[in-house]
């Protein structure tokens, strides 16, 4: 019903950036929170960044903060990543994600939950080298 598309990866070198971006099908990406997810060989999938229903609230993982930028145009209904400084650390699998409103009202926790979303998309492979 939902399909969301990844691109945008690629290869780049320490420092350097690149733009993810997440195309919504089936739904008005207004109406969603959408969030990027990635996973390395061997590890589990983490949260990266979020964006609320409205567009107005964002929220970052710890590793990514400064350095990582999520926004979201709601005329192309498209949810981009902006990646700058980019270390290998960041090297990962990265998804987009998303997820209905929900009621009651969740905390922010609920949605660092990979669990909690719905619709994934393929994802887009960020290899960042030494």
């Known amino acids: 019903q939902v399909q969301l598309g990844e691109s945008g990866g690629g290869l780049v070198q320490a420092g350097g950036s690149l733009r993810l971006s997440c195309a919504v099908s089936g739904r008005t990406v207004s109406s969603y929170a959408i969030a990027w997810f990635r996973q390395a060989p061997g590890k589990e999938r983490e949260f990266v960044s979020g964006?609320?229903?409205?567009?107005?609230?964002?929220y970052y993982a710890d590793s990514v903060k400064g350095r990582f930028t999520i926004s979201r145009d709601n005329a192309k209904n498209t949810v981009y990543l902006q990646m700058d400084s980019l270390k290998p650390e960041d090297t990962a699998e990265y998804y987009c994600?998303?997820?209905?409103?929900?009621?009651?009202?969740?905390?922010?926790?609920?949605?660092?939950?990979?669990?909690?979303?719905?619709?994934w998309g393929q994802g887009t492979q960020v290899t960042v080298s030494s």
């Open positions: 964006i609320n229903w409205s567009g107005g609230s964002t």
């Open positions: 994600a998303a997820v209905p409103p929900r009621e009651p009202y969740r905390s922010t926790t609920y949605y660092y939950s990979a669990r909690n979303y719905d619709y």
